[in-house]
């Protein structure tokens, strides 16, 4: 059964820093493409960031400079590393893999084959 786990969420003030955590099974995510998405209620999910199986990388605007993402495909794991938060990146995160590798599809949440059931971080002023 392929599984994704957010961890890590949590609440901060602002200027504060979390770290996010998705723990992948089931299956080799090796040559996933994995990504991190962000979804407040009544509001369609967005993109935050993705690290392709090649390692590249791509953030949203808002979040790049900020927030870092990686991988260890040894543990099976990927991180969002989230810094200088701010109240309006409060919402449920989710990570997702693909067997896409091509930016375009990653920026779409149709372009994922597998997701995680979220974690909420809440960033107070």
């Known amino acids: 059964q392929v599984q994704l786990v957010e961890s890590g969420g949590g609440m901060v003030q602002a200027g504060g820093s979390l770290r996010l955590s998705c723990t992948t099974s089931?299956?080799?995510?090796?040559?996933?493409?994995l990504g991190w998405w962000r979804q407040a209620p009544g509001k369609v999910r967005e993109f935050v960031a993705v690290i392709t199986n090649m390692y590249n990388t791509y953030y949203e605007d808002s979040v790049e400079g900020r927030f870092t993402i990686s991988r260890e495909n040894d543990k099976n794991t990927m991180y969002l590393e989230m810094n200088s938060l701010e109240p309006e990146d409060t919402t449920v995160y989710y990570c997702a893999a693909s067997t896409c590798n091509g930016l375009h599809s990653l920026r779409v949440f149709t372009g994922y084959d597998y997701w995680g059931q979220g974690t909420q971080v809440t960033v107070s002023s």
């Open positions: 089931g299956r080799t995510f090796d040559n996933y493409a």
